[in-house]
Structures are given as structure tokens and as C-alpha cells.
């Protein structure tokens, strides 16, 4: 049975007979004008979830997931200021309801109540008119209300929030140009009891935790929305009180959702303690779930029909309008006016709201995967001596051959000095300087706030970032090793890639995520520490992946790379192959081959550049990272055989530099590919793709990749990857042996 027609009209018939449900009377400090704002924005939820359904059931409609049960969160938006930016559940529409009544000039009239209906409806009917999400998907979401979009958020969207949050006090500090939050704004972040047991709201809530219990500043409120379920599976009663309520550095609160007065009187009292206090609170609303989860779900599938029947009798607009009442603000038959008038008016405007148009093409689909570009102030350059003071003694010894993570240190030195609002963090990169030293010195030179050691959780380190990059920061976060992303890549999936393709690039996520990465490390680590595959970075739309292969080209990449995030407000990910940190030589001991200087200021290798080594006609071998060096060392062994060759460094993994690289090989006989990714899913898959689709030579063509494997410990560590000696080898058969 149609459990949403059940509801409204138990709604109808009970309000008419006077058979409210019982319960406390009117308490606290709401005024009866803003309470009956909060009924109307409940109003409003209930039949904006009635229509959705209906257009759904007519085609017109495409994803459902209501927020019938959860209207106590109008409440909590009453009790704070729109200025307070807010990562929300996917129940909660009657909070950004009632935010928009907050934000309009004209409160609960035409502009507040009309806009958000229509605004709503669009996004339901997946219309290109939908302000938020440009018709890709039914989300909550607004810039206008300070509410960034979110999707089917399963907690993935709390590490984010702790760092909004940690962002306020850094920005007093460092003042962005782009700050966007008030120095006493607090952050809400609400989720489901269900996703309250998800390893990321865990993780997210445990940093926030360790952080406030080291008196750092992080005005975040926490709420949990608890209607008991999670689907089809229940939470234990008492499960989320006792889980959270005696946690260290996180103050506690607890009400009934079901009642809008006391709802709004505790959610005052946990912001104005996290706004006064600068702590993190828990704010643990008891609500119930109408009409099952989501779409076409059916409770009574896994609900005894009298627990159902439960759950409807405590329908919270009754128990509103019994409060209403009892307050003196608003009589039943009122109420039943305005619920039966916002109901007919929904109706109306969503029969307008699905003949608007909806997005036809690829193109205008992925219009959104590439954010905007951001106008900044122009900067003047930092004062000779300014960076000689911070540099020290490191500045004589930039203009000599170094090691690339020594020109690393020096760039991202450079960077911090031009760009104030760069801000790294990760785990061990202050004080330590890094597991291999690359970030030595720079805590002492920026100080701890803006080199931030943080606790081992790679998914806060990544939130962490996300969340500042909300509040004009740009943001260079750190993951030791490759290997460890996996246990947060979802960060960057789920959260900092769609954020612009679910706003129509109104919020993005700018940032540069350094990561060491990749094989060859000599008898350290196995699998753990050297990882060859970058195929989850690939797979990501909008993503960029930059890695470089010595150190001057890595200096001009990762310029290139700060730029595309903070002008571009690019996703990026640089790459840094561990084995070539300390390289030195390239052919023989002593030899100094692979040392560079520091290349000078403005020098950078652009968006899609590769870079050619060598004007050999036989043979263009392409690669990247410790393949780019494999086959320099090659290269020279080829051409004592009489092959002539060129190697060219492709610098870019993600979208890959398909012309520059064809250009690159224009007047060579052969391609080698050498990569040093798994041959299932690696980089050479896509080249040779690329090779055989767009090369109109139809040159003769080869590849070496590694081994299908993980990478061990020992004297084998380079067993399942490619060598010189491979390459020498395809290399001769390609072009037919030594000339």
C-alpha cells in the first residue's frame, strides 16, 4: 500500500477530529512567529516527498529519498545563522527549507516560500534549470544558502567538515583572498544513526575529537539524525548515546525531534556552546522514518505492519500541531490551512517544474567535471631578501645539482612563499620532514599552522583539505605512500571530484595531494611501501595526475600543479616516484647523471606538455617516472648499436598528453611504450589505445609493463617491473636488431 497517501491522510483526518498525539507541552525560547515558519518549512517537506513520489510514478521524476520524519531539522536551521556553512543528510530538506526563509529578504512570503518549491522541483525533475546541480541529480544544495551539495552521503562527507571547521581559526591567521566563512561561523555536519557506524563518521569524529583535546580550535556541530534504522536493519537501542556521549573533547546533547520547541532549544544551546567555546558538540536528535528508505522501498517488507502503523500515529506535524496550539501560536484548523495550501501549491508548480528542459547531451553532462577559473589579486613576487632569510643556507645550494627531493623541498619552499594561503598537511611532514626528508625545514620556515602534523588516518588528512578548500585555502595534503590512498580514495571520489559536477561548478575542491609512490625502492617495504598502480587516480573524471621523473622537471610540474588548483581550481595528485628521490647517477657510480639544479623562477612545464630527450628517428620510446630513467639508460646503449632514438617523459598520467605525444614521435619508425604499471589496467593499456585509434603513421608499435603482481621485499623488488635490459631488448626486436 501507498504508505505516503496513508500518512497524509491520517494528517488530514486527525487534525480535523482533534486526535493529536500526546506528549510535552510548548517550553523553551521559540517565538510563535518563528515557530510557525518551522511548521511551514515541515509542511513544505512533507509535500515536496508527496510529489517527488508522484513523479516519480509518472516518469517525470528519477530518485527518491524523503525527508517525511525528519522535520525537526527546520528547527535546528532556525537555530543557526545562515552564515554557517552546513554538510547535510540527504533527509534533511526541511533544514535548507528553512534556511531559505532565513536568507530571503521576505522571509515566508512569495520570494521564501515560491523560490525554494520551484528551486526544489527542478532539482526533483532533474531539470538544466535546477540552480544547484544543473539537472545531474537530485541533491540538497545551495550557494546562496551556504549549503555545499551532497549526494547519497554514507558519512563521507564528515572528514570534510572537521576541516571546514579547523579552517575558521587558520584563516585569522592566514587571510585568504577567497575566504568565504565569518571568523565566528561553526560548521554543522548531520548524518544518519545507520552511517554514524561508518569507518569514515568514526574516523572524521575521532580527529575532531584529538584535535579539541589539544585545545586547537574546531567549532564543529555533529548531528545525528537517529530514526532507529538503517535501511531494513535496526540500531540498538540506547547504541548511539552510548557510543557517543562520553567521548573526550566532544560535548553532548540530546532531544526529541518530534518536538519543534525543544528541538530548537537544545540544537541554540549546542551551537551557541560550539560558537562561544570553539569545540566540537554532538547534537544526537531522536527522529522516525516515514515511507521507508528510499524510491520504491517497502518497510513493511521488513517491519511488522503494527510497527509501521507506530511510527505514522507518532507522525511529527501532528505532534507540531499539537505544540503550536497548546503555545497559543497557531490553531489546528490554521494548520490544517496552511498544510492543505502548501500541498495544492507543490502540485501546481511541479506541473510547470516537468516541462523544463533536462539535460540532452554528453557535453552538457560533463560540463560541470571542470570547474571555473578563479580571478586572484596579482602577486608581486617575494622579496629578494625574504627568501633569502627563509631559505638560509639552502639558496647557494639551489644553484647546484641536487637530488629531487632536495629541488622538491626548494620548490615547494618557493611556493609558500608566493602563495600564503598554501597549507600542507599529512602525517609526519612537520617536525620529521617527511619519511624520505622532503618536506625538511619547512615547519620551522611557516610554522606549524600552516605545516599541520596530523594524526594516521588518511581519510581526515584528505577531509582535512577538502574541508579548507570550502574557505579560500589551497590546500597541499600529503599521503606517505601509494599504497595507503586506497584506504581513502573514496575522499577523493566521492567527495572532492563531484563537488563541482553536483554544483554546476558554483563549490570546488582545489588542491595539490603529493604522494610517494611507485616501485624500485631497494629491500624497503614489499607491497606496503612500493605500489605500482595508479589506475584508481585514473578512473576518477576531472582528476588531474602529474608525476615527474628527476628533479628540475619536477620543480616546473609541480608549479604547473599549484597553478591548475589555484587558478583552475583543479583536482590534482602529484606523483612522486620514491626510488628517484636520491637518485644521483644514471650510468655509472659517480656519474651524477640524474642530479639538476633549481630550474628559475617562472620556468614550468604547462597542462599537457611532454617532455623529448634526444631527435632519434628509428625509435621514440615513451614513459614516465623510473621508466623515463630505465630508458635513458637505454637510450645510450641503443645508439652505441646504431639505433637511433628519443625518449620522451610523458609528465602527465591523467588526462594523458594524447597530441603532445604524437607530436612528440612525428618522424620516428617505432613506438616503444615502457611502463611501469601493472600490465592490467596500467598506463600502457590507454597509450597503445591512443596509438591505434589516432596515430595515422600506423607506426610499429610495442610495449613492456610490469607483471600482473604485488611487488616484494628483498632482492626481487624490481623482479616484476620493467628494466634497461627488457627495454634494450624490445627496442632491437622493434626495429629489426643493431644497424
Known sequence: MDRAAIVHDNFLRRVAAG???????????????????????????????????????????????????????????????????????????????????????????????????????????????????????????????????????????????VGAAYSIGLAKRIRPQHQALPDDAIILCSFGDASANHSTAQGAINTACWTAFQKVPLPLLF??????IGISTKTPDGWIAASFAQRPGLKYFHCNGLDIYETFRVAAEAAEYVRAWRKPAFLHIRTIRLYGHAGADVPTTYLTKSEVEAEEANDPLLHSVRLLDAAGALEPDQALAIYRSTCARVERVSNVAITRPRLQTADEVMASIIPPRRDHAPTNGTAPEERAAVFGGDLKAADQPQIMSRLINFALTDLMLDHPEIVMMGEDIGRKGGVYGVTQKLSQRFGRARMIDTLLDEQSILGLALGMAQNGLLPIPEIQFLAYLHNAEDQLRGEGAT?????????????????????????????????????????????????????????????????????????????????????????????????????????????????????????????????????????????????????????????????AMIAATKGCRHVLIVDETRASGGIADALMTIFAEKDAAKRPLARISAKDSFIPTGPAYAATMPSMEQIVGAARELVGGPR
Open 223 to 228: 548531528v545525528c539524525e537517529d530514526n532507529g
Open 499 to 659: 563537488l563541482p559536477f553536483f554544483s554546476n561548478g558554483q563549490y570546488t575542491n582545489p588542491m595539490v595531494l603529493r604522494i610517494a609512490g611507485l616501485g624500485y625502492q631497494k629491500g624497503f617495504g614489499g607491497h606496503f611501501h612500493n605500489d605500482n598502480s595508479v589506475a584508481v587516480l585514473r578512473d576518477i573524471p576531472g582528476l588531474i595526475l602529474a608525476c615527474p621523473s628527476d628533479g628540475p622537471n619536477a620543480v616546473r610540474l609541480l608549479r604547473e600543479c599549484v597553478r591548475l588548483a589555484r587558478e583552475e581550481q583543479r583536482l590534482v595528485v602529484f606523483l612522486e616516484p620514491i626510488a628517484l628521490y636520491g637518485m644521483r647517477d644514471l650510468h655509472a657510480a659517480g656519474d651524477g647523471g640524474w642530479l639538476g639544479t633549481y630550474p628559475p623562477a617562472g620556468e614550468h612545464i604547462g597542462f599537457g606538455e611532454v617532455t623529448t630527450n634526444g631527435s632519434g628517428e628509428d625509435l621514440a620510446i615513451i614513459s614516465f617516472a623510473n621508466g623515463a630513467y630505465l630508458s635513458h639508460q637505454a637510450h645510450r646503449v641503443l645508439e652505441a648499436e646504431g639505433i637511433s632514438a628519443r625518449v620522451i617523459d610523458l609528465n602527465w598520467l591523467s588526462p594523458l598528453p594524447e597530441d
Open 19 to 161: 486526535d493529536l498525539p500526546g506528549g510535552n507541552v510548548s517550553a523553551g525560547p521559540l517565538a510563535p512567529e518563528l515557530a510557525v515558519s518551522i511548521y511551514r518549512s515541515a509542511c513544505l517537506t512533507r509535500a515536496l516527498d508527496r510529489t517527488s513520489r508522484a513523479m516519480q510514478a509518472a516518469g517525470q521524476g528519477f530518485y527518491t529519498i524523503g525527508s517525511s520524519g525528519h522535520e525537526g531539522m527546520a528547527a535546528v536551521a532556525a537555530a543557526l545563522r545562515p552564515t554557517d556553512m552546513a554538510f547535510l543528510h540527504y533527509r534533511d530538506a526541511a533544514f535548507q527549507i528553512q534556511r531559505a526563509g532565513q536568507v530571503n529578504a521576505e522571509g515566508w512570503g512569495e520570494l521564501g516560500g515560491q523560490t525554494i518549491t520551484w528551486d526544489m522541483l527542478l532539482s526533483f525533475a532533474c531539470s538544466s534549470e535546477d540552480p544547484i546541480s544543473g539537472g545531474r541529480h537530485k541533491v540538497l544544495g545551495s550557494k546562496a544558502l551556504n549549503i555545499p551539495p551532497q549526494t547519497s552521503t554514507i558519512a563521507s562527507h564528515l572528514p570534510k567538515a
